[in-house]
């Protein structure tokens, strides 16, 4: 079992930064992929970014390509994820999700661990 916190949401206008840290516990974190998905009011959750465990890649949507940054700090078991230049669109709850395969980081099927969530609200 894994179990995922995250935090660092809130309310910033358009053009502004927050970071999103998401820590893990029960499971070697650093045998997971670990993932950033989002939901906006009305539409189905969707992938943001990844961080493959076994190559140390990182994969994101195109939507924050450029804008969004995923890392993590294995020593604190902690995966974060750094948004800048936010937008009104940007504006979701943002779950964090872990994968012990990392198979198929762009289906939220694939992740067997899910944080509580944390809501982001971007205004123009």
């Known amino acids: 079992q894994v179990q995922l916190v995250e935090s660092g949401g809130g309310l910033v206008q358009a053009g502004g930064s927050l970071r999103l840290s998401c820590a893990a516990s029960?499971?070697?974190?650093?045998?997971?992929?670990m993932g950033w998905f989002r939901r906006a009011p009305g539409k189905e959750r969707e992938f943001v970014a990844a961080?493959?465990?076994?190559?140390?890649?990182?994969y994101y949507a195109d939507s924050v390509k450029g804008r969004f940054t995923i890392s993590r700090d294995n020593s604190k078991n902690t995966v974060y994820l750094q948004m800048n230049s936010l937008k009104p669109e940007d504006t979701a709850v943002y779950y964090c999700?872990?994968?012990?395969?990392?198979?198929?980081?762009?289906?939220?099927?694939?992740?067997?661990?899910w944080g509580q969530g944390t809501q982001v609200t971007v205004s123009s």
């Open positions: 961080f493959r465990f076994f190559n140390g890649n990182t």
């Open positions: 029960g499971r070697t974190f650093s045998s997971l992929t």
């Open positions: 999700a872990a994968d012990p395969s990392g198979d198929n980081i762009w289906n939220q099927r694939d992740y067997d661990y």
